[in-house]
């Protein structure tokens, strides 16, 4: 245990490169970063995705998180879609700077030296890729059909549940199940490695 810790406390900050997606390369520095910004920008602060400084399991969840935000953006501007505007950008900066401020992390973002032009290219990622994958969620959302909805109820064991609840699992599974085909599509289509994945 006192290994593994010492092991985290001289590796936290250290920068590697852990990836690439369209053509960006990505650092282990810009993962910790981006998993840091993504807990505090939004209107709502969220749960920190990952403890840290992240173990070698959570680091290569977050790269690929990253990779996938690069992806979607490339996606995004191929279509000249999601565009995002500077007074959006400025306003998730400042509520991700007063956010930090009061957070427990505000040394660990310190210790990796952020550039305001980095923090800048970071929101524009965030955003963007936010708002053109809440627009594919949307056009993925759809109908269930009575066939659908027959189906899956004589395929459950409790004949007594609310076929309205059936109709929103049947929508979701089918969101999830478009979204993951979506996600593979740009895999095939853009260059994306996790290099923490590779053998």
Do not use: C
Request: zero cysteines; glycine letters at 2%; charged letters at 25%.
């Amino acid at each position: 245990m006192l290994s593994m810790l010492l092991f985290f406390l001289l590796h936290a900050y250290e920068s590697k490169v852990v990836g690439v997606a369209a053509k960006q390369i990505v650092t282990s520095r810009q993962v910790r970063a981006h998993t840091i910004f993504t807990a505090y920008f939004d209107t709502k602060p969220q749960k920190m995705a990952y403890s840290l400084p992240l173990d070698q399991s959570s680091l290569m969840s977050a790269t690929s998180n990253l990779l996938m935000e690069y992806l979607v953006v490339a996606e995004a501007k191929s279509f000249g879609l999601a565009k995002i505007t500077d007074a959006e950008v400025k306003t998730a900066i400042n509520r991700f700077k007063s956010r930090l401020a009061k957070s427990p992390y505000k040394q660990v973002w310190s210790n990796l030296e952020i550039s305001d032009s980095e923090l800048l290219d970071l929101a524009k990622v965030k955003l963007r890729s936010k708002k053109f994958l809440s627009t594919k969620v949307a056009s993925f959302t759809v109908p269930v059909t009575e066939v659908e909805l027959n189906a899956k109820m004589r395929s459950l064991s409790d004949k007594n549940v609310d076929p309205e609840q059936v109709k929103k699992q049947i929508q979701e599974e089918n969101k999830q199940s478009a979204l993951s085909e979506w996600f593979q599509l740009l895999r095939t289509k853009y260059v994306v490695k996790n290099l923490l994945l590779q053998p």
